[in-house]
């Protein structure tokens, strides 16, 4: 009935169990990268022509699937592929391992439906064994299409937790600080619910909880009775996202803390990014502002010239005729209110943003915490883990942390921050790049990694990924390539000592190359 001989039930069985640990690979892909269709295909590429080992390994795969159009046993040899390439992206996941939730479960059986839909084609159609090739080397195409399939199981699920974080909002009546920008939104709101602690009740979001399912989950598990501020940080992918979460979670005050080349990848270009962004000030009474940020900047201009303005907060850190200005002059920091000094040789803790400070004082003085309390509480505002954390080793080297941070603004700064910690020991810069750039990732990394040789005496690159771009201007200084950033923390405890100063630039999961 089928046309399959003994040698085409066997390779067709093979490629089917292939499905396993390709399946297993790609789905970790998927849900590390949010469950956002179209990202499993780009890591696919990546992985099998960006990593050159597997490049000759992708072509066997596919002159093996193609063959099966005359010898079905052909089809062995793509399915031995699945099982083992692409080479270093492993089935179980080093430092991102995948997570058996209920969503990952969903978008499991949504996959396999779509595999198996394509092998039944093949019984149909007397090609069995070729289908089923095909359907191996198209997995991440198929789990990308789940991941579209399953976006409107997702969002039925998740409307009733919004149903209901709706109808707690509304219950508590909380002041609602709303926190957006493509960098330092959670110092932001951080800061802020630091300012406001003991003046006021407040809840902050927690983590990164910043999308539509996770903002409702905040409010449903932790927003209390008698809370009077809720901080709600609140991030994009797209046009409309923070539009949908103003709807039911309306900010009194808006924040926008910088606009820049974040999520490239999926925006297309900054200006895209600030629209989306911008979403946050809809019907905001406060709207707090980065000035220092030129497309901000021109916003702060465009919402004062509305007929139903809001009241908008202009913040600096150079600007001292600015609403909010938090300057550095020094090593100390003076904090200045419409061009009044309201706090003056204030020292804020290693690693704090200026202008995030400026921001969350902006807030803070409009929810009329007196200028003698935010000075008090700025000495020791909270720092975020991995984002310029400096501490020393028991060896005596210097550790700057930025692992969590991935932006060209945030690289530079902690360039600097490497520079004045060693002063006379040898100075070493591990990174992998930043990703997400869009068309601007390699110039990027390019620049980085320029700039990274004029102040480190070793540049560690780590992966593949940005690899080329770091290293295209490195002339005569050899940079350190390695494989892992375990890799790289070996060779620092080997080669440095007391006096030196190691910056771990940003850091990715191990679903990157």
């Not at 399959?4 to 066997?10: F, P, Q």
């Not at 789905?27 to 469950?35: G, I, T």
């Not at 399912?213 to 927003?223: C, P, T």
């Not at 300057?327 to 009044?340: H, K, R, T």
Request: charged residues 20%; glycine residues 8%.
């Amino acid at each position: 009935m089928t046309g399959l001989s003994a040698s085409g039930w066997i390779a067709t069985g093979l490629c089917w169990a292939s499905l396993v640990p390709a399946g297993a690979r790609w789905l970790r892909v998927a849900q590390r990268e949010h469950y956002l269709a179209g990202s499993t295909s780009r890591f696919a590429y990546r992985w099998w022509i960006g990593v050159r080992c597997n490049v000759p390994i992708l072509a066997l795969a596919l002159v093996a699937g193609a063959l099966s159009w005359r010898w079905p046993i052909a089809a062995v040899g793509t399915a031995a592929v699945a099982v083992i390439a692409p080479l270093g992206l492993s089935v179980r996941g080093r430092t991102s391992p995948l997570g058996l939730t209920r969503r990952l479960i969903t978008l499991a059986v949504m996959w396999c439906a779509g595999e198996a839909a394509l092998v039944a084609i093949g019984f149909v159609v007397h090609r069995a064994t070729l289908l089923t090739a095909i359907a191996v080397v198209l997995a991440p195409v198929l789990v990308d299409i789940a991941c579209l399939a399953t976006v409107p199981i997702e969002r039925r699920l998740a409307s009733r937790f919004v149903t209901k974080a709706t109808v707690r909002l509304r219950a508590v009546h909380p002041v609602i600080v709303g926190i957006t920008g493509s960098y330092g939104k959670t110092s932001t709101k951080n800061y802020v619910a630091h300012l406001l602690a003991n003046k006021t009740r407040v809840v902050a979001s927690p983590g990164s909880f910043n999308n539509r399912a996770g903002l409702a989950r905040a409010v449903n598990e932790q927003l209390v009775d008698g809370t009077e501020v809720f901080v709600a940080e609140m991030g994009t992918y797209g046009r409309g996202e923070i539009a949908e979460l103003c709807e039911w979670c309306p900010p009194s005050i808006a924040v926008i803390t910088a606009i820049g080349p974040v999520h490239l990848e999926r925006f297309g270009t900054e200006d895209e990014i600030l629209r989306a962004k911008s979403e946050i000030t809809d019907g905001a009474a406060t709207v707090v502002l980065n000035i220092d940020d030129d497309r901000l900047a021109r916003l702060a201009e465009d919402l004062a010239g509305r007929r139903d303005s809001p009241l908008v907060v202009r913040c600096s850190t150079v600007d001292r005729s600015a609403d909010v200005c938090v300057v550095q002059e020094s090593g100390v920091y003076q904090v200045l209110a419409g061009g009044s000094s309201i706090g003056e040789e204030i020292v804020l803790p290693e690693g704090a943003q200026p202008m995030n400070v400026a921001c969350a004082v902006g807030v803070a003085s409009r929810l009329g915490v007196p200028a003698a309390d935010l000075v008090a509480r700025l000495a020791d505002l909270p720092t975020v883990p991995h984002r310029l954390a400096v501490a020393t080793a028991p060896s005596g080297v210097v550790v700057i942390d930025d692992t969590y941070n991935s932006n060209p603004a945030g690289a530079r700064a902690a360039l600097g921050v490497l520079r004045s910690e060693a002063r006379q020991g040898r100075r070493v810069v591990v990174t992998p790049g930043m990703v997400e750039l869009g068309k601007r990732q390699a110039e990027e990394n390019r620049v980085f990694g320029n700039a990274a040789l004029e102040v480190a005496t070793d540049l560690i690159v780590v992966g593949q990924t940005n690899r080329s771009a770091l290293v295209a201007e490195a002339g005569q200084c050899r940079p350190i390539t390695v494989r892992t950033r375990e890799d790289a923390v070996c060779w620092v405890r080997e080669n440095l000592v007391s006096g030196d100063a190691v910056l771990y630039e940003n850091d990715l999961p191990d679903h990157y190359p």
